[in-house]
């Protein structure tokens, strides 16, 4: 079973649906980083510490992380636009919840609850993009689905934080609520029915990283540069302030750089990936090791600060889609299945890399979370190189064109 399936529908409906998906990705990462910029304002208000508030992401990030696998197996026959706006659902009514909980603990068990659906939306919303176009068409699918990361760090995390400045915390969530159901009704009016394409049950979703040599390979490489990103990437505010001094206006340039270069990243291995998947992946890890090795040498000068987090989002952004492609090549008839081992690797090495990054910096200096960012990257180039002697291609250009 190849994971695209032809519709009946116009160009201009089918591009319209990728949209909404990308819509609907960047109202999930949205939602799941949002507490990262009203951390001050919630701890505040519900008498919680800031690092207890941080549990708002953290728990959410497990939960999703964890949980996919089960999920994606336990509603293998569900058509995909169902589940798709049953999740859009819970994001809503979750948001909603957030807004008007009188105590932590509800908030807490609401973003565990929250976090499932995040975790399954990755595990097929990108493959729903790809099934929607013609399949010469389905990379480039993938690629302005996955752009709603950059748009969510560019546009979603500054607005929300611009929101409760002028509102509160507890009305952003309540807007963001009313946001996620827009959305919610787009999907339900725009995408056409997706029945599901890939009826695997829980033992074969676990199963198949030990089944399928190309997959377990995959993730290895995935995990790795995971890992080291969020491992250093999660420091690069301490890092920028100490080595440069630079205010926080300049932090918000940064990131709004890295976002912006996300985006580019993701549009030129849009074009890469069907020529060469596993060039444009090692040129993106290698991008990311630059990135890494020019914030430790220049980021004591604010250009070169721009210029190492500007070239950061452009590695991370195509690494991103080549992942995915990656994914789809090593298990073209599973790709959900797939995708959900690959959701449970990648959030889990969210929090395992922000958390030994952590443990870095506080025992052996800031700089040396990077470092550990360095050496995982590093370690995942070598497992793709590995790769190119011991096993086929991860993915031919026909398996590409052919399937989404």
Same mark, same amino acid.
């Not at 799941?32 to 009203?38: F, I």
């Not at 995408?191 to 009826?199: E, Q």
């Not at 020529?275 to 040498?297: D, E, I, K, P, Q």
């Not at 690494?319 to 299945?337: K, S, V």
């Given at each position: 079973?190849?994971?695209?399936?032809?519709?009946?529908?116009?160009?201009?409906?089918?591009?319209?649906?990728?949209?909404?998906?990308?819509?609907?990705?960047?109202?999930?990462?949205?939602?799941?980083?949002?507490?990262?910029?009203?951390?001050?304002?919630?701890?505040?208000?519900?008498?919680?510490?800031?690092?207890?508030?941080?549990?708002?992401?953290?728990?959410?990030?497990?939960?999703?992380?964890?949980?996919?696998?089960?999920?994606?197996?336990?509603?293998?026959?569900?058509?995909?636009?169902?589940?798709?706006?049953?999740?859009?659902?819970?994001?809503?009514?979750?948001?909603?919840?957030?807004?008007?909980?009188?105590?932590?603990?509800?908030?807490?068990?609401?973003?565990?609850?929250?976090?499932?659906?995040?975790?399954?939306?990755?595990?097929?919303?990108?493959?729903?993009?790809?099934?929607?176009?013609?399949?010469?068409?389905?990379?480039?699918?993938?690629?302005?689905?996955? &752009?709603?990361?950059?748009? #969510?760090?560019? /546009? *979603?995390?500054?607005? @929300?934080? $611009?929101?409760? !400045?002028? =509102?509160?915390? %507890?009305?952003?969530?309540?807007?963001?609520?009313?946001?996620?159901?827009?959305?919610?009704?787009?999907?339900?009016?725009?995408?056409?029915?997706?029945?599901?394409?890939?009826?695997?049950?829980?033992?074969?979703?676990?199963?198949?990283?030990?089944?399928?040599?190309?997959?377990?390979?995959?993730?290895?490489?995935?995990?790795?540069?995971?890992?080291?990103?969020?491992?250093?990437?999660?420091?690069?505010?301490?890092?920028?302030?100490?080595?440069?001094?630079?205010?926080?206006?300049?932090? &918000?340039?940064?990131?709004? #750089?890295?976002? /912006? *270069?996300?985006?580019? @990243?993701? $549009?030129?291995? !849009?074009? =890469?990936?069907? %020529?060469?998947?596993?060039?444009?992946?090692?040129?993106?890890?290698?991008?990311?090791?630059?990135?890494?090795?020019?914030?430790?040498?220049?980021?004591?000068?604010?250009?070169?600060?721009?210029?190492?987090?500007?070239?950061?989002?452009?590695?991370?952004?195509?690494?991103?889609?080549?992942?995915?492609?990656?994914?789809?090549?090593?298990?073209?008839?599973?790709?959900?299945?797939?995708?959900?081992?690959?959701?449970?690797?990648?959030?889990?090495?969210?929090?395992?890399?922000?958390?030994?990054?952590?443990?870095?910096?506080?025992?052996?200096?800031?700089?040396?979370?990077?470092? $550990?960012?360095?050496?995982? =990257?590093?370690?995942?180039?070598?497992?793709?190189?590995?790769?190119?002697?011991?096993?086929?291609?991860?993915?031919?250009?026909?398996?590409?064109?052919?399937?989404?």
């Amino acid at each position: 079973m190849a994971a695209h399936v032809e519709h009946p529908h116009s160009t201009f409906r089918s591009w319209l649906g990728v949209s909404v998906i990308t819509a609907s990705l960047f109202m999930f990462v949205t939602t799941e980083l949002m507490p990262v910029g009203l951390l001050t304002p919630v701890s505040t208000n519900l008498g919680v510490s800031l690092g207890i508030a941080g549990l708002m992401v953290t728990l959410y990030g497990i939960s999703a992380g964890l949980g996919v696998p089960f999920i994606v197996a336990w509603t293998r026959r569900v058509n995909r636009r169902m589940l798709l706006t049953t999740l859009l659902a819970v994001l809503t009514v979750g948001n909603l919840v957030t807004a008007i909980s009188p105590n932590f603990a509800l908030i807490l068990t609401t973003r565990l609850i929250m976090g499932f659906a995040n975790g399954v939306f990755w595990a097929i919303g990108v493959s729903m993009a790809m099934r929607l176009v013609p399949a010469r068409h389905a990379s480039r699918a993938s690629a302005v689905a996955l &752009s709603g990361i950059s748009i #969510a760090a560019v /546009v *979603g995390m500054p607005l @929300g934080t $611009f929101l409760e !400045s002028l =509102t509160s915390w %507890r009305t952003t969530f309540l807007i963001w609520s009313a946001l996620c159901a827009l959305v919610f009704l787009a999907v339900a009016a725009i995408v056409p029915s997706l029945p599901s394409a890939n009826a695997v049950s829980v033992r074969e979703v676990l199963g198949l990283p030990f089944r399928n040599r190309q997959l377990r390979l995959v993730i290895a490489a995935v995990t790795l540069y995971v890992l080291g990103h969020f491992g250093a990437y999660t420091f690069i505010r301490p890092i920028a302030e100490n080595n440069a001094s630079v205010t926080a206006a300049f932090i &918000s340039v940064l990131l709004v #750089a890295y976002g /912006v *270069g996300g985006a580019a @990243g993701n $549009f030129i291995a !849009s074009y =890469t990936v069907t %020529r060469n998947l596993r060039a444009s992946f090692v040129v993106a890890g290698t991008g990311l090791v630059v990135s890494m090795l020019l914030l430790l040498s220049l980021g004591h000068t604010r250009p070169g600060l721009f210029l190492s987090v500007l070239l950061w989002g452009v590695s991370f952004g195509a690494a991103n889609l080549c992942q995915i492609n990656m994914t789809l090549g090593a298990a073209p008839e599973t790709f959900e299945a797939a995708m959900s081992i690959n959701t449970l690797g990648y959030n889990t090495s969210i929090a395992l890399g922000a958390l030994f990054g952590g443990l870095f910096a506080d025992n052996f200096g800031v700089e040396s979370a990077v470092w $550990f960012g360095v050496a995982l =990257t590093t370690a995942s180039l070598l497992v793709m190189l590995g790769m190119r002697r011991r096993t086929s291609p991860v993915a031919s250009d026909d398996v590409l064109a052919s399937t989404g």
